[in-house]
């Protein structure tokens, strides 16, 4: 009957372990494992093993078994002393044995016979390489938390430390079009796109929906994480990338803490040498008759402090012991985004003048300038004096917002002039790349009894970062900040049933905000490749997004001579709330083709864009003309970006006119 009842109980665990077992939470613990001989090498039986936590006072003890060994299994990442007790033999203690997270330490003995009351003190090295475990994992100690320098403190960075991971926002398959309401991990093992990473801490879950982590910890309230890269066990989750498992420090017996401050400022930064100022300044005219104006060589700025601190204490001795962190960044930057460096970009290019040069110096000779507008059939043209041609091509490749009467720029070309020069002007120059974060944790850990203990913690988190989409040739229209608070709670619940039997319960709460909002909200999206990337409010933004996360999990483990049984669950349950304000669904793109003039092709044909089109002149002008249509206009059309809308099978396309780039043209994107 009792072995009915054993493999009735370890069926059931079974079935709910591998049902659960995707969804399982990463332990915060590790083992301790050895042998126990005697001086001849004979295995010493029932021979009691205990190990205390040097900093908290945690003791946790086993016996032996018919093979001589032990197994201490869901021990806290700590240093341990190692003793051993059996009648008739010394008292042996190996000090400093360490455990870290997720990784089984080694600690065998070889007693003498002896008094019990006599102590030998024994000193020994961990094995290099666990032969217990076959996944490929690497451990980042405090140590290496502690000196290795890191950039804005992110501990994370530090994973790159380990074979077969890069950085996941370099990728070539990551340039893809990802917004930014579905950020990343950052970290790719062995090519991975860094989405399908779980992080968790102490065994609770830390990922976004999209694979990004959310708001955690200070560095310094890190003790150490574990890096699973590959073949790791059911137990550590559901992730198709890696497995970490950051472990948290707690109070011990001792009171300590520490502050500390980092300082930056651009007093002794050198001059980014692509920093200029703009070439014209918001509101100011560009008038065609004045000389081209140059941007000049500008400093960007930089004040950056980085604070905070850590205090650990006994509210107890051996019972109760707190831990709060904090950490702090404020970063006030101003750094230049030139967009419009000078002014000819707005005139003829010099290939261009030289054409129009010649053209003027015919006078009045008549040359054929604009074809006839329908009903004239094709082919046939409006002949115009040289100069007035020349005068005609000069209107139409200046970007000039007042021109004045002038019948070849009708009012809305005016309006659409000024529009260029005013994006030009604004969206360029010296904006501010504002960051405030702020961390805070605290940790409670009560020992109620030998038996159990449980483990209380909450953290919270606050991001704010400013325009860091602006850079380039991106227009801060085109820019957003981000916005991004978290709220976490968790409870933890360890209790031992006996030495080779125990259980942990855990539950945790989390509130995230991530919100992300455009610097210039609601206007149409426009590509100029090669002068401006991006202007005007990026596509599905603003965006809010409110998640909610309740995890439950309970995991058991059952040592029984030289085999471990783990079984468990968890449910982790989501709660998501998005709003994604879209405008304008379909941004307008200045595409490039270079050879684009050389094709005689209608204007009305989408499918293959018009050699040359301009905008309707004044009366009696026709709306547009064709390369082939006008042999004396071949060499002026390089380097033209047309201008003028066209209206074909209900779609618009607007083309904007200026000596900007060879073959452009604004095409809606479901064209391109």
Known sequence: MKTFRLLTSV????????????????????DLRGTVVDSSGAVLTHAKVIAVDTQTGLQRSVATDSAGQYRLTGLPPATYDVSVQVSGFETQVQKGVTVSVGQAASADFRLKVGEVSTAVTVTGEAPV??????????TISQQYITDLPIDRRDYLTFTLLAPGVSDATRLAGDQDFRVKQTPQSGLSFYGSNGRGNSITIDGGETSGDSGGERLTLGQDAVQEFQINRSNY???????????????????????????????????????NPFSFSQALQPGQTFNPANPDTLGSPIKDTLSRQQFGGTLGLPLKKDKTFLFVAFE??????????????????????A??????????AKGATPVPCLPAPAPAPQGTFITLPAATCAFALNSILTVNPNPGPNPFV????AALNSFLVNQFETQGGLFPYNTREYLGSGRVDHRINEHNQISLTYRYGHDLEE??????????????????????????????????AQNEARLQWDYNSFNVIPNVPGEVGLQIPGFINNLGTSIFIPNFSILRRYEFADNFTKVHGNHTFKFGGSELLRGNHTESHTFFPRPLCVWVAPRLLDQPTACHNHHQPPAICVVRAAAGLPARFRKSDVPVLQPAAHGVLRAGLVADRSKLYSELRSPLRTGLTVRSVEHI
Not at 18 to 26: I, K, T
Not at 410 to 413: I, R, V, Y
Request: overall charge negative; aromatic content about 10%; cysteine-free.
């Open 351 to 360: 290939a261009q003048n030289s054409i129009i040069a010649g053209l003027a």
């Open 129 to 138: 390489i666990d032969t217990t475990q076959g996944k490929q994992a690497d």
């Open 410 to 413: 009708t009012p809305g070309q």
């Open 328 to 349: 702090g960044l404020r970063q006030d930057a101003q750094n230049a985004v030139p967009l419009l460096t000078n002014t000819n970009v707005f005139r003829p290019t």
């Open 467 to 500: 325009s860091p989409d602006v850079h380039s040739l991106t227009a801060f229209s085109a820019g957003s900040s981000i916005h991004t608070y978290d709220n976490n709670f968790q409870g933890t619940w360890y209790h031992q049933f006996n030495p080779t």
């Open 233 to 271: 066990g059911a137990d550590l989750g559901a992730a198709t990338g890696a497995s970490i498992n950051i472990v948290t420090k707690s109070g011990t017996n001792n009171v300590h803490g520490g502050l500390y401050g980092f300082f930056r400022n651009d007093a002794l930064d050198a001059q």
């Open 11 to 30: 069926l059931v665990w079974l079935l709910f372990g591998s049902g659960f077992a995707h969804a399982q939470g990463v332990g915060s613990s590790g």
